[in-house]
């Protein structure tokens, strides 16, 4: 293809110089052409009257005053009186030739006092440029002379001019061929590199990067093609993450629940094979499988929660709250949890007016599944900080802890649906691995962002915006 490319790019580029040469050449020949036969004239035009005025002093005679003429002047004079006839001829035997009365030239120089014309010569056998001027001796005319050149000389200076044209030319062409050819394939160079870029991305191969630096057309589809094949990787890749996300999330939704749900079959078939009778375990076993089922019902109570804010902004109870209040409300119900595991918390709050337009309940659930998750995974006699500031525009909480941290590998799937870190732990801790996703989804429905960041054994800060209104 790019041999057909860059072909067709030269072939158009010769044919437009050939072209040009033809078209040059004929305009060039036209214009010398004119104005080689006006130089003619205008010499034989001066010449003419010239000779008129030498003879004047002599009689109107002869063969060889015609021939004296054309010698001094380098042209073929003709004496011809005031009738017509030939009474000498510098190339011709004078008695031979016929009556000159009704040559167009000496018509005009009788009427007109100059005359001339172009024609073909009979005698010579080529085209002549004529000139007639009058021959007048005191105020009367006395007869006509009348000059010529062959228009030979004309075709041959442009015959010579012809072939210099032509060299010319053809020297323009072939320096034209090896410039065109250099300037085609930089035009089809990038070209045939962008097809072979397409046809890789039509492979799924999006690695390849078009290096066209040019601000042209071009350039434009260079890079064009470069953000395409980028956006095109960056969605493969977060088609490639989602499946992966999908399969796990599949996965880990099938083992949360085949969990609970094998241990609740076994202790059944336990109490069905006659447990029932012993009244103490029996009492233990429903006791265990109450757990497991509350268990699962946890589980599909936050399903349907993160699936619900899935839907939409429209599933949000937007009011007006005072989140300084909310966050003590939300502080003074893990009193307990804090106390068992003798943990110490302190809050902050930078600001004057913490009203704010929100979800309140979710925005609770928020702030309870953070600091549990903080309460949870930070080890006895922990400390967890708590700061509210007031911006401009928003709130920023940060939410601290010494606790176990989280290895710099997970955090990028942290908020998934189901991702552990510590799997046993979690399930251990009595999480259902959703409590973040949700966390994040309640956020970014309000318009607010999150981040986190943390560091193995030393403790993680989440930090999040919630826009005032």
Excluded: C
Excluded at 43 to 59: E, I, Q, R, V, Y
Excluded at 85 to 100: A, F, I, P
Aim: aromatic share 8%.
């Amino acid at each position: 293809m790019k041999s057909r490319i860059i072909w067709r790019f030269l072939g158009a580029y010769i044919v437009l110089i050939i072209l040009a040469v033809f078209i040059l050449n004929f305009f060039v020949s036209a214009k010398l052409q004119d104005y080689y036969e006006t130089k003619i004239t205008d010499k034989l035009k001066t010449n003419s009257f010239l000779a008129a005025d030498l003879l004047t002093g002599f009689p109107l005679a002869s063969e060889e005053r015609a021939k004296d003429l054309a010698d001094k002047l380098n042209t073929r004079v003709t004496i011809i009186d005031k009738d017509g006839r030939v009474l000498g001829d510098s190339e011709k035997n004078w008695r031979s030739m016929e009556d000159h009365s009704n040559r167009p030239e000496i018509i005009e120089a009788i009427r007109l006092g100059y005359g001339e014309s172009t024609r073909f010569s009979d005698t010579l056998g080529f085209n002549m440029k004529y000139v007639a001027a009058p021959i007048i001796i005191d105020d009367n005319l006395f007869g006509i002379v009348r000059l010529a050149l062959p228009l030979s000389e004309i075709q041959s200076e442009l015959r010579v001019i012809y072939r210099v044209v032509l060299l010319g030319g053809i020297i323009s062409i072939l320096i034209a061929f090896v410039i065109g050819y250099f300037i085609s394939r930089g035009i089809t160079r990038p070209i045939t590199q962008m097809t072979d870029i397409a046809e890789s991305i039509s492979r799924g191969d999006f690695s390849k990067k078009a290096s066209v630096k040019s601000k042209n057309e071009l350039g434009i589809l260079a890079r064009s093609l470069n953000k395409m094949a980028d956006e095109l990787q960056s969605q493969l890749e977060s088609l490639k993450k989602l499946n992966t996300v999908r399969t796990d999330f599949v996965a880990n939704v099938s083992h949360e629940l085949k969990t609970p749900l094998t241990s609740i079959k076994g202790f059944i078939e336990t109490l069905e094979d006659g447990a029932l009778d012993d009244k103490e375990n029996a009492q233990k076993f429903i006791g265990i499988i109450k757990k497991h089922t509350e268990r699962i019902s946890s589980i599909i109570d936050d399903l349907l929660s993160l699936s619900e804010l899935e839907l939409g902004k429209d599933r949000l109870n937007r009011q007006s709250f005072d989140l300084k209040k909310l966050v003590d409300e939300i502080l003074l119900g893990f009193g307990h949890a804090l106390s068992a595991k003798r943990h110490s918390i302190e809050t902050s709050y930078n600001g004057k007016d913490f009203n704010i337009t929100a979800d309140r309940e979710k925005t609770e659930e928020v702030f309870v599944n953070l600091i549990d998750n903080a309460i949870k995974y930070t080890n006895s006699n922990g400390k967890i900080l708590v700061n509210l500031s007031e911006n401009e525009d928003d709130f920023l909480i940060e939410i601290k802890d010494n606790g176990i941290g989280i290895p710099k590998e997970h955090l990028d799937r942290i908020f998934e649906r189901f991702y552990r870190v510590d799997k046993a732990r979690s399930r251990q801790l009595g999480g259902t691995g959703l409590g973040l996703a949700i966390v994040k989804h309640i956020i970014l429905l309000n318009n607010g962002a999150i981040d986190i960041d943390s560091e193995l054994n030393k403790g993680t800060r989440i930090s999040f915006s919630l826009p005032k209104a």
